[in-house]
């Protein structure tokens, strides 16, 4: 599957903090996400196949072609040392931290949700790069960066399912392959035109931002949040890791992104 935020909206100007890593061939790219000064947070897999340190750049901006500020990674922390290398299967923590040599001084760090802050959101705001299918006559843009809204399934893994064909209750865990630590976001595809709307490869990665604003009703103020102001007004909640692989969502008839994602868990 190609890397994209599918269905997702081209920014311009917003989310600074998200940026674009990728190697001196180009074929390795991921979402990354600025949290602290010179430290971005991305997911463990897209540093587990790299070229390597000194190949590895961190593009800051809306177009991979363009950026407004480049710069190289000095260091690389994943975390946990022992994270498996198959990340088809339910992970326990797919995160590394990236230590970069320099960033834009007019870039802000973004904060981490809390768990009570995610559990207030039904729904999250996801942001990467990559190839995204804005419009049903457009073509596909590549490299830039694009968001798109999605609503939580799941933010610990730890409820039920019920299957409406069958009235069969399954654990979260076993219907969307995923563990506590991680968020369940649902994917939706359009039934009109079968343009879906997920993360996918590529936006691995990259944040799932929340609200920090108090909604005065329900769903209110969500995206409020995310408008232009000089402050942030949102918390990554989770990184992207991977699509949902059960058997209980996926077909082979359907998209191969658009079914929903995982998202790695930033608070316990």
């Keep these: 599957a190609p890397p994209e935020v599918i269905g997702g909206e081209p920014m311009r100007g917003q989310f600074p903090e998200v940026v674009y890593l990728t190697d001196q061939t180009g074929t390795v790219p991921c979402t990354g996400v600025l949290i602290a000064q010179h430290t971005v947070l991305t997911a ?7 070229a390597g340190l000194e190949s590895t750049t961190v593009r ?26 198959d990340v088809t299967a339910p992970v326990a923590s797919d995160l590394a931290l990236v230590r970069l040599e320099s960033q834009p001084s007019n870039v802000k760090p973004v904060s981490i949700a809390s768990a009570a802050r995610l559990a207030a959101n039904a729904a999250v705001r996801v942001v990467g790069f990559g190839r995204s299918i804005v419009g049903v006559t457009e073509r596909a843009a590549f490299g830039r960066k694009f968001s798109a809204r999605l609503i939580v399934a799941t933010n610990d893994c730890r409820g039920t399912v019920t299957r409406r064909s069958s009235g069969e ?32 490869k590529g936006d691995s990665g990259g944040p ?3 609200s920090l604003l108090r909604p005065s009703a329900p769903g209110q103020n969500f995206e409020r949040a995310f408008e232009r ?31 929903g994602s995982i998202y790695t868990r930033l608070s316990e």
């Excluded at 800051?60 to 290398?85: H, L």
């Excluded at 979260?172 to 709307?197: H, M, Q, S, W």
């Design 169 to 200: 209750t399954l654990d979260d865990k076993d219907f969307y392959l995923c563990d506590p630590n991680e968020i369940v976001a649902a994917g939706r595809i359009d039934k009109g035109t079968r343009r879906p709307a997920d993360t996918c």
């Design 229 to 259: 102001t000089g402050i942030l007004n949102y918390a990554v909640a989770g990184i992207t890791s991977r699509g949902i692989r059960s058997g209980h969502i996926r077909s082979s008839d359907e998209w191969s992104c658009g079914q």
């Design 60 to 85: 800051f901006g809306d177009d991979r072609k363009n950026p407004i500020f480049k710069t190289k990674v000095v260091a690389v922390e994943p975390m946990p040392e022992n994270y498996p290398p």
């Design 44 to 50: 463990r897999h897209c540093l587990a196949d790299g």
């Design 208 to 210: 799932a931002y929340v």
